[in-house]
């Protein structure tokens, strides 16, 4: 059995993330194209470089650490996360798949393995939507799902493009799209992630294999109604906004979890915005937003309920006399993983003796862009009561060796 070098993997983990404590106060603020990420992804090239890995950096500004091998003109495999975080965001969302990447290589270095395909190394640039609102940039380019136009004059909160952002850092906008790399270039990927839930755990497992990533269905609704004096307007005079939203939120909470019980895979709905106008003591609301977040890996399941809850919305509108407007903002397929790959992840788990857990994903990562392209598996290590995105997003020491263990194992039956 392959023995991963717990304490190096314990110092890189402090290095990628540039700190002495992993659990602060105010959290980790590494936005994509920011230089706090720079910092972070020097930290990675240099490890990278000093367990012997080459180093690049694509036009998207992905870097890519390359181990050679025995025939460095066939197709690697490819492992790996990203570094940046969200705003006050935790030290291991994303950055536990890089370490864990690192330390499986380093890994089988030291036991002398050579691998007879070349292994890479990727760390994916701007996973994160909360800068600019739009997610997994460095691997939308690499996977050539990028779309250029849309997204260059998006501005993130200080103004600045992303186009200007990603110049700040150093690279061409119009190069930015060559990042591509075609279906022959890589031979499968695998991405390590924290859970950001609690469902390995609950299952009494120790790691998770993700078949599926859900991707959402996102309404806007507009509700108009008339303000008036909340002192002087009878109720049987009344067109609130706010009271034909209030029963809605129940309704959409409710209904996603009747479903999940009925179904197969679960379905899980939010009404994850709301704005009130004019959100005045005295007045009457007449203007209510609600944005709804809808996702499940079975795709009808949630464009059911999506469409339940237009009629739900458009009724209940009707009643009281509230115009509504409804948009849908996204609707976007499931992605849907390689079985034999996840397969092939899940019993080398267990061959090392740790519980699997067959489940799916409720968060986006990097690899639903990838797994358009490629071969793709997701394994999940559990962090600390499902806790994610927030200072005290934690992953074991014990969590990280074990998926540093898998990783190596795997790459050595594969490479
Ligand atoms: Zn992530």
Redesign the pocket.
């Known amino acids: 059995m392959l023995k991963v070098d717990e304490q190096w993997l314990s110092d890189i983990t402090y290095q990628v993330n540039c700190t002495d404590t992993l659990l602060k106060e105010e959290g980790f603020t590494r936005l994509g194209f920011s230089k706090e990420e720079e910092k972070a992804i020097q930290q990675f090239t240099e490890i990278s470089t000093n367990v012997g890995l080459h180093t690049r950096s694509d036009e998207a500004g992905n870097v890519i650490a390359r181990w050679e091998g025995a025939s460095p003109d066939e197709a690697p495999i490819a492992i790996g ?2 570094l940046d975080t969200v705003k006050h965001g935790g030290g291991f ?2 950055a536990a798949g890089v370490i864990c990447a690192l330390s499986a290589i380093k890994t089988l270095k030291d036991n002398g393995f050579t691998p007879s395909v070349p292994i890479e190394v990727i760390c994916f640039r701007s ?2 939507s909360s800068r600019f609102g739009v997610s997994t940039i460095g691997s939308k380019a690499m996977s050539g799902r990028l779309d250029m136009d849309a997204i260059k004059d998006i501005k993130d909160e200080h103004g600045t493009t992303v186009q200007k952002a990603v110049e700040e850092v150093g690279l061409t906008w119009s190069d930015f799209e060559k990042a591509e790399r075609s279906e022959s270039d890589l031979k499968q990927f695998i991405e390590l ?1 924290i859970e950001q839930g609690t469902r390995i755990e609950k299952a009494g497992a120790s790691f998770g294999i993700a078949r599926a990533i859900a991707c959402p269905v996102r309404l806007s609704i507009k509700l108009l109604g008339k303000a008036g004096h909340t002192g002087t307007t009878p109720m049987d005079n009344r067109r609130d906004a706010l009271c034909v939203a209030a029963p809605l939120i129940s309704y959409v909470s409710e209904e996603a979890s009747r479903r999940s019980v009925t179904n197969e895979y679960p379905v899980v709905a939010t009404v994850s915005t709301l704005t009130v106008e004019p959100n005045v003591m005295t007045v009457i609301p007449d203007t209510v937003h609600l944005g709804i977040d809808i996702r499940s890996v079975d795709d009808e399941l949630k464009r059911e309920l999506a469409e339940d809850i237009k009629k739900k919305m458009n009724s209940l509108a009707n009643e009281s006399n509230v115009e509504c407007q409804i948009e849908t903002l996204v609707d976007d397929d499931s992605v849907f993983l390689d079985p034999e790959t996840l397969k092939k992840v899940k019993q080398v788990g267990e061959g090392l003796g740790y519980k699997g857990f067959d489940m799916e994903s409720g968060a986006g ?1 990097d690899i639903m862009n990838m797994a358009h392209k490629w071969p793709t598996a997701m394994l999940f290590i559990p962090c600390k009561d499902g806790v994610s995105h927030h200072p005290s997003e934690y992953a074991t020491e014990g969590d990280m060796v074990m998926g540093a263990e898998i990783l190596a194992h795997y790459l050595k039956n594969e490479a």
Do not use: V
């Open positions: 996360s990203h969302d994303g996973e994160e992630h990562h």
